[in-house]
């Protein structure tokens, strides 16, 4: 998603200083018009904003430590964006760590996937101080089409972002439940997803998943082990708060189980296949 935000901003004409750690995503949105940088130590010297999107909160502390990161040359003033899906205590934590350098942060977590990062019409929900919102806000809604106000508490963006991936794990394997439903009773698939889409059953991450799967598209869109990642941190997030549900856990027991099985870095329309071979005991 990061390579769409990126494309999106150059394609609103946006100077966009770019950092991956891998060199040939890195070399793509340079053919695209980015300035490439060497480290995320160039970008915060060249950009007013930086937003970080990586996978987790171990990928954004090795962007932020060590002489090349952003921690040591961040200026007062300038201001992080964060993206990946975190636990609550972790964006907090890295608040502070930018905040104790004068450093701004909005907490800014995303969904819709890269196609829609790079059209503009991802979500992103975000969380800041009332000033560093406004101060974000040309920013933010170029990037975001969907950028929802959640508060102005640091924190609550990853929260509701947790909130919202815990039931889009839930519907997505509960779509692909009821499509194996529909093959072992001899249904059409096709026949089966366009009468749900049309009726009380039909879920947005459901039907993109599963007519992306039917068109023979194999590309990883969105890797399993994001999913996973996320439902584990909400269950988690429930747990703390003396929360312990119905259908989350049993949501992220079935990703873990697809990471563990090899599927990790499987595009999770593949939750389709993981079901059709796994049965609960």
């Not at 708060?241 to 027991?253: D, K, N, Q, R």
């Amino acid at each position: 998603m990061g390579g769409g935000m990126a494309r999106r901003l150059l394609s609103m004409g946006w100077p966009v200083h770019v950092h991956d750690k891998d060199a040939a995503t890195q070399q793509v949105l340079q053919a695209a018009g980015a300035h490439g940088c060497d480290s995320a130590a160039a970008v915060a010297k060249a950009a007013e904003s930086v937003i970080v999107c990586v996978i987790d909160a171990v990928q954004v502390q090795q962007v932020f430590d060590g002489p090349a990161g952003l921690l040591a040359h961040l200026q007062a003033g300038q201001t992080v964006i964060m993206c990946p899906t975190l636990a609550p205590a972790q964006t907090e934590d890295f608040a502070r760590q930018l905040q104790a350098i004068g450093v701004h942060m909005v907490d800014a977590p995303m969904s819709g996937g890269p196609i829609r990062a790079a059209n503009g019409s991802m979500s992103l929900m975000t969380a800041a101080p009332a000033e560093v919102l406004a101060a974000q806000n040309e920013l933010l809604t170029t990037l975001s089409n969907q950028c929802v106000f959640i508060s102005h508490k640091v924190g609550d963006g990853t929260r509701v972002k947790l909130v919202n991936n815990m039931l889009a794990g839930i519907n997505l394997v509960g779509a692909c439940e009821a499509m194996v439903l529909a093959e072992k009773l001899g249904l059409d698939k096709e026949v089966t997803l366009s009468l749900i889409e049309r009726s009380s059953g039909q879920n947005w991450i459901g039907s993109d998943r599963l007519r992306r799967l039917f068109a023979g598209d194999t590309s990883a869109g969105s890797h399993m082990r994001l999913l996973a990642k996320d439902t584990r941190l909400a269950v988690e997030a429930a747990q703390q708060v003396g929360y312990s549900g119905w259908l989350g856990a049993a949501a992220a027991e079935a990703f873990a189980m697809a990471c563990e099985q090899g599927m990790g870095v499987m595009d999770d329309s593949k939750m389709l296949e993981f079901i059709r071979h796994n049965e609960r005991s």
